[in-house]
């Protein structure tokens, strides 16, 4: 007869299939919180990138705990912000009185310490966060052979069995297909290239492009956007991205083209590169790039996972098919994070893998409200955001109120007042009239992603623009604007909408 999973003896309670922050939480935490008693996960073998090679077309086949975001994503890239940032900072002290020269950028201390750190971080989980924990790790790419049944590549070319398995394996650049794609790098090789280029071409406007290209802009780097939208940002609030984009151009020298077509890549007898466009149906050229960097999105790493065999679904886009509680289509098969496509954000891998711990092992079934996630774009300004865009608010409360500043250009934060800083301030809150209740907040401009984080508080406990008003302001901030302008400054909305028609502008 047949066994049940119930009667069947499994090597593990819970297997995690990827070991990047969702996966990591997920097992400790499973471990420590929830006394699941045989936890095991799989990672590849460590690398700085995700790939052995310099294109975006070769296939994943190396990794290391920690994941894209410790090791070749959030962290990484945000040291390369700071680094890029200082180039700003230095110059806006001069205007405080600081005699500074300015030699340069030296590349190659940016790329040590960060190598380093990555390597710290990773060896940190391995040697000491697992093993204490309680985790049983084993390196090699995890595929599925059955819904409890997993074979671990090389080095470890091992089979095991579980209980409940878990998918955390998160996503990979993805490449459009143009002539010369396999000349481009990912977000994983500009983070790891030997010396900054000279003259950058980007392909895609997304945070990841547009990040980076801030960055290079400020390090001197020549730095062409190429996108087909008319506004950078795709996805965020529109007035942000307009705002963004003046920014862009005005503050760091990013030479955006909007409205354009990437055609082709080709290589040079000199070993650069040249980027082919249509503009307004023309072809143009962009010649002796060092470096085309093509950042066009992220699909699900499912390649080489085994779903087939465990029958675990996909959606239409190619990521893990889950309920509201992060179940597959395999009763005894998980799913967590970016391969899920639901929100590409690693603190929501981490929220969802707590969410599917209660729901598997605590007896407690919890989803995620993901209308009010905070979150932030470190471009130069960053952005930060929480809620709803103007663009999904309108449809989901058609009684709102817009309260903007600054969209216009021309008002800084007060720590620019004694420089010659070009970059700018907006702030933007959304409020539902029926409820009064804020829908959106949206700032761009110096330190807009810490501003935010506290902000995203008071949005998922539900605050109003009354309460707003009674918010007694913290001043000389930056941050007093989000609560002063639709509170106690009585600035009346700049837009108005009335059964999800405009009324006011």
């Given amino acids: 007869s047949r066994v049940s999973a119930e009667e069947r003896q499994f090597d593990y309670d819970l297997f995690v299939i990827g070991c990047g922050s969702g996966g990591m939480r997920a097992t400790k935490m499973g471990k420590k919180l929830f006394n699941i008693p045989k936890v095991g996960t799989c990672e590849m073998p460590f690398s700085q990138l995700s790939v052995e090679g310099r294109s975006i077309c070769d296939k994943n086949t190396v990794g290391g705990v920690g994941g894209t975001c410790v090791l070749r994503g959030c962290v990484p890239k945000k040291y390369f912000w700071y680094s890029s940032h200082f180039g700003h900072e230095l110059e806006d002290a001069k205007g405080y009185g600081w005699a500074i020269e300015v030699k340069g950028h030296n590349w190659d201390t940016l790329l040590k310490k960060k190598r380093a750190e990555t390597e710290r971080l990773h060896k940190a989980q391995v040697e000491k966060r697992l093993p204490q924990a309680g985790v049983d790790l084993l390196v090699g790419r995890g595929k599925l052979l059955d819904g409890h049944t997993i074979h671990i590549g090389a080095p470890a070319n091992k089979t095991v069995t579980a209980k409940t398995i878990l998918l955390a394996t998160g996503t990979t650049p993805s490449a459009i297909d143009i002539p010369g794609k396999e000349h481009c790098i990912s977000s994983d090789h500009i983070l790891e290239l030997e010396k900054c280029p000279k003259k950058l071409g980007v392909i895609g406007a997304g945070y990841i492009a547009c990040e980076f290209a801030c960055m290079f802009a400020i390090w001197g780097c020549e730095t062409h956007v190429v996108y087909r939208k008319d506004l950078p940002l795709r996805g965020f609030d529109d007035d942000c991205r307009r705002f963004l984009a003046r920014q862009m151009e005005r503050s760091d020298g990013v030479i955006l083209h909007p409205e354009t077509i990437p055609m082709r890549v080709e290589k040079q007898s000199d070993g650069k590169y040249t980027l082919v466009i249509k503009e307004s149906g023309v072809e143009k050229s962009f010649t002796d790039l060092d470096e085309v960097l093509m950042a066009t999105g992220r699909h699900a790493n499912t390649w080489e996972l085994g779903l087939d065999s465990a029958g675990v679904e996909l959606t239409r886009g190619g990521a893990v098919k889950v309920d509201e509680y992060s179940k597959t289509t395999c009763d005894s098969i998980y799913a967590i994070g970016d391969v899920t496509d639901r929100m590409q954000l690693t603190p929501v891998a981490i929220q969802e893998a707590m969410a599917f711990l209660h729901t598997a092992f605590g007896n407690k079934p919890t989803k995620i409200d993901y209308d009010t996630i905070a979150s932030a774009v470190f471009t130069q300004p960053p952005m930060g955001t929480c809620g709803l865009t103007e663009e999904q608010a309108v449809k989901k409360y058609p009684n709102l109120d ?50 935010m984080q506290g902000f995203g508080a008071a949005i998922k406990c539900g605050v109003t623009k009354q309460q707003l008003y009674e918010t007694v302001a913290i001043h000389p901030t930056t941050a007093e604007e989000l609560v002063c302008i639709p509170g106690i400054d009585m600035v009346p909305p700049m837009r108005v909408y009335k059964n999800g028609k405009l009324v006011t502008q």
Avoid: C, P
């Fill in 402 to 451: 817009v309260f903007i500043d600054g969209v216009g250009g021309g008002w800084q934060a007060e720590y620019f007042n004694f420089t010659d800083s070009k970059e700018e301030l907006m702030v933007k809150v959304l409020v539902d009239r029926d409820t009064d209740k804020v829908v959106g907040m949206h700032i761009v401009g110096k330190d807009a992603a810490e501003i």
